[in-house]
């Protein structure tokens, strides 16, 4: 069965680049009805924080990339890594390194100075002391030997066939003088024990890839496969980082993206199928397969996003949109928190406004002039339509609903159609006067639909005071 994982470090919000590759991660999963595992790597404790872990973890539901085990904590393994390292060290395939880290420091720039690699020398190889890893704690970090000859092949499922020689492959420190394992052993280790069988992450680990080849190796275990998924750039081809905009993922659920849209967005920032742009859910885990992932960088493209947002709240049911808009209402100041609203009546109102939002705060800002007693009028608007040219028109249409038992857009069709006719102007000379004191300003839905959402009491209440202010 296949088995993949996302294992993120907790030492920030969920941002677009690790989103994305969890994705990735859920979605090969699902196309293989295999198991997508989510594991916290908080072995970095002075970065690692509990807040973060739940802000990975709400971005992640948020998006709705249900993992199937997990999560579960890198610091709440320790004991297992001892065991592999104490393994290691009896085996002969990792050593003390007593070098502390002035002298590591000092030989580095030694190095650099000679024009040389910087890599340790491996001084401390042969050295023998001790037999557990207790006795060193606190007086010796513990190091794997790398080979030093040949070469180690990186078959990607993406980038092909990748060679690495090993003299250039370091010692590297598989745990610290104080206890605490190191990343590049902590990854293999977890990924041997959860059954990994396919490694898909950013090609900014690609170069510890064959270093964790070396240590799948000496601890007898077969190699998963490993899929490493080009970077995400800006608009200026460098790496995505706060300078190109909002780099959290629940940064764009604040400002009103829609979470099916992100993760649309995402899978097309280096996959494709076709020309097809618009993917339900279901056809990106019928469709997903890594022969369709592009070698090159994605660049993110926001106005390209917020086009997608836009055709997502085009297709969304209204009635779902209801429960999503209420917290930007409520932000907005429209509505107070916990304040009753009926919703289906809410659902009509959203319903009118779908193809003119981009998102949905600008939804909640549409909605607004539909929910408040009184607009604001756009001091513009208010000066060219609502005068004393448009007065008769308004006066007229003010006692023609105050009369009519029928409010329906059809019955409020005829009544315009009559005051258009009496007076021979334009429905648009009078459809904006009314527009405006319906709305506070000079765009909105059709102006029955308007009404028809307004319902007769707060249109005439409305029309009552675009009047008085003339």
């Not at 909105?444 to 005071?465: A, H, N, Y």
Request: with cysteine.
């Amino acid at each position: 069965m296949i088995r993949v994982r996302f294992a993120p470090s907790p030492t920030g919000h969920l941002h677009i680049g690790g989103a994305r590759t969890a994705l990735f991660n859920y979605l090969f999963a699902r196309h293989n009805n295999g198991k997508f595992i989510l594991r916290i790597e908080d072995t970095d404790r002075t970065r690692s924080t509990d807040e973060y872990i739940d802000a990975i973890i709400e971005g992640m539901k948020w998006l709705k990339l249900e993992w199937d085990e997990g999560p579960f904590r890198q610091t709440d393994r320790f004991d297992v890594y001892k065991n592999y390292v104490e393994k290691l060290l009896k085996e002969g395939r990792a050593y003390y390194c007593y070098c502390t880290p002035e002298e590591l420091e000092q030989r580095r720039k030694d190095a650099l100075a000679q024009g040389k690699t910087p890599k340790y020398d491996g001084r401390c190889r042969e050295k023998a002391r001790g037999q557990g890893v207790e006795v060193s704690r606190g007086q010796a970090a513990v190091r794997f030997k790398m080979p030093q000859e040949g070469r180690t092949i990186v078959d990607d499922m993406i980038k092909g066939t990748v060679e690495f020689e090993n003299d250039q492959l370091d010692d590297l420190i598989i745990m610290r003088s104080d206890g605490t394992p190191t990343y590049n052993f902590t990854v293999v280790v977890d990924d041997v024990d959860m059954k990994i069988t396919h490694v898909i992450r950013g090609d900014d680990h690609l170069n510890n890839t064959p270093k964790q080849i070396h240590i799948y190796k000496a601890l007898g275990y077969e190699t998963p496969l490993f899929a490493h998924l080009p970077m995400i750039l800006g608009a200026d081809k460098a790496r995505l980082s706060k300078r190109h905009g909002a780099t959290s993922v629940m940064a764009y659920k604040e400002i009103g993206y829609l979470a099916d849209a992100l993760v649309n967005y995402l899978v097309r920032l280096g996959w494709s199928y076709g020309d097809q742009e618009v993917f339900t859910r279901e056809e990106l885990i019928k469709h997903f397969s890594f022969e369709n992932v592009g070698k090159s960088s994605a660049v993110f493209n926001p106005e390209k996003f917020l086009w997608l947002n836009s055709q997502y709240i085009i297709k969304s049911n209204p009635d779902e949109l209801v429960e999503i808009v209420m917290p930007f209402l409520e932000n907005a100041g429209t509505i107070q928190k916990g304040q009753v609203i009926d919703r289906q009546w809410l659902s009509k109102a959203i319903k009118t406004l779908q193809e003119r939002a981009k998102t949905l705060v600008e939804l909640a800002t549409s909605l607004k002039y539909y929910i408040v007693e009184d607009v604001e009028y756009n001091e513009k608007a208010k000066a060219k339509f609502l005068n004393e040219k448009s007065l008769p028109y308004l006066e007229e249409l003010k006692n023609a609903i105050e009369s009519s038992d029928d409010f329906s857009p059809h019955g409020l069709e005829a009544i315009f159609k009559a005051i258009v006719e009496k007076h021979e102007i334009k429905l648009g000379a009078f459809a904006q006067p009314v527009r405006v004191a319906m709305t506070g300003g000079t765009e909105s839905p059709g102006i029955f639909e308007v009404l028809d959402v307004l319902g007769k009491e707060k249109t005439l209440k409305r029309l009552e005071r675009a009047i008085k202010a003339i």
